[in-house]
């Protein structure tokens, strides 16, 4: 009896438990890793870049280049983002699953055109797809720069686009920034988007000499919450978002006087507070700023910790201002003042808002700056080899 009791047991347990039948193999699968969309002729252009991660993981422990599988990019077309993309399906030669997308690139013309919100709209919407996709802008070679590889012997899933965190941390001059927190900009009152913004360049690597393309990042694009492109500060017009930015972990900072280097030093402790201060029926916003960092280079010979400290704090000042000032002229709150009185004192802000918005001129900030300078008698103050 029992014998006959332990085999249907075994057959029913068969049944029961499921298998790997319905499981697709990696290989068989085309992962969509990153995306450029551009807006041209009344039409969406869509470039996805496709990888193979079965045939990667196979090529990289192999460890040779020549049997690489290549990336693949494939186009459509369509008049939204949706057609666009299936127009891309009758071409692909296997199934694109867009769960490991991992990057977004959005043309300055389709943000003048048509705006972002039809591209978070489909993402946020889609099943697939991670709240963590970073978002870029760029000019209009979009398609070139999402072609870009690698420079050196990493893995394609591991771009410069792909992980932005690995440079952050040795530089936080430029923002990172998600489909989470786009979401957030383009739905809370008060909220101006403030989105990274790529470019391209040329460089030589060794071996062999030849040109290669790099992507790099050279400003920010102000977006706000009424669907509207506002512009975008470029190199230096961007320099004092970076000590706003609640994102930080390193950066440089060249301390100058009378057009003179004094020295260099790396700032590696931020901390940033912005309280509005409601006074006669009017506001004005205190932003206090404390910075830690090490000198890193002294350029002019007896130049001491206080002339580095007052130069420092004149820099960050100009920074945080020249930044201000720009965005002001787009009509864009790039520090998001309106927010932060929004969340202060409410009825305040009811009170001078409009759309969403306060007034703002290059009166409303006042900037107070500490500088805390650390590291610097290793050598004393004194130029190596003087």
């Not at 057959?11 to 029961?16: A, E, M, P, S, W």
Request: hydrophobic content about 40%; some cysteine.
């Amino acid at each position: 009896m029992t014998k006959y009791i332990s085999s249907f047991l075994f057959f029913l347990l068969v049944i029961i438990l499921s298998g790997c039948y319905d499981s697709r193999a990696p290989e068989r699968i085309a992962y969509a890793h990153g995306m450029a969309i551009d807006y041209k002729d009344g039409e969406y252009i869509v470039y996805l870049q496709l990888i193979n991660y079965g045939m990667l993981a196979k090529s990289e422990a192999s460890g040779g280049d020549q049997d690489t599988p290549p990336d693949v990019r494939k186009t459509g077309k369509g008049k939204n983002i949706n057609e666009a993309i299936f127009n891309i399906y009758p071409t692909a030669q296997q199934e694109i699953y867009f769960g490991n997308l991992s990057f977004v690139i959005l043309s300055d013309r389709l943000l003048k055109e048509k705006g972002i919100k039809s591209v978070v709209d489909i993402w946020s919407r889609y099943p697939e797809t991670r709240y963590q996709i970073y978002f870029y802008t760029g000019d209009d070679i979009i398609e070139q720069i999402i072609a870009v590889k690698p420079v050196l012997d990493v893995s394609k899933s591991l771009n410069r686009l792909a992980d932005p965190k690995n440079s952050f941390e040795q530089n936080s001059t430029t923002p990172i920034v998600t489909l989470r927190e786009l979401l957030i900009a383009l739905n809370e009152p008060g909220h101006t988007a403030v989105i990274p913004k790529v470019f391209l360049t040329h460089d030589e690597v060794s071996p062999p000499m030849k040109a290669v393309d790099i992507v790099g990042f050279d400003g920010i694009t102000l977006y706000n919450n009424h669907n509207k492109f506002l512009g975008n500060l470029m190199y230096e017009q961007a320099y004092g978002y970076r000590w706003i930015n609640k994102k930080f972990s390193r950066t440089n900072l060249q301390l100058l006087k009378d057009n003179e280097t004094l020295a260099t030093v790396i700032i590696n402790e931020k901390k940033t507070k912005i309280t509005p201060i409601i006074r006669n029926n009017s506001f004005q916003f205190k932003i206090k700023v404390e910075v830690k960092g090490s000198i890193s280079e002294i350029d002019k010979n007896g130049a001491t910790v206080e002339e580095m400290k007052r130069a420092a704090i004149a820099q960050i000042k100009s920074e945080i201002m020249r930044t201000y000032t720009q965005a002001l002229e787009m009509d864009a709150d790039v520090y998001r003042l309106s927010e932060v009185l929004y969340r202060k004192n409410l009825s305040v802000w009811k009170q001078y808002e409009e759309k969403g918005k306060i007034p703002l001129d290059d009166k409303s900030i006042d900037i107070d700056v500490k500088v805390f300078i650390e590291d610097a008698w290793k050598d004393g103050l004194r130029r190596s080899g003087e």
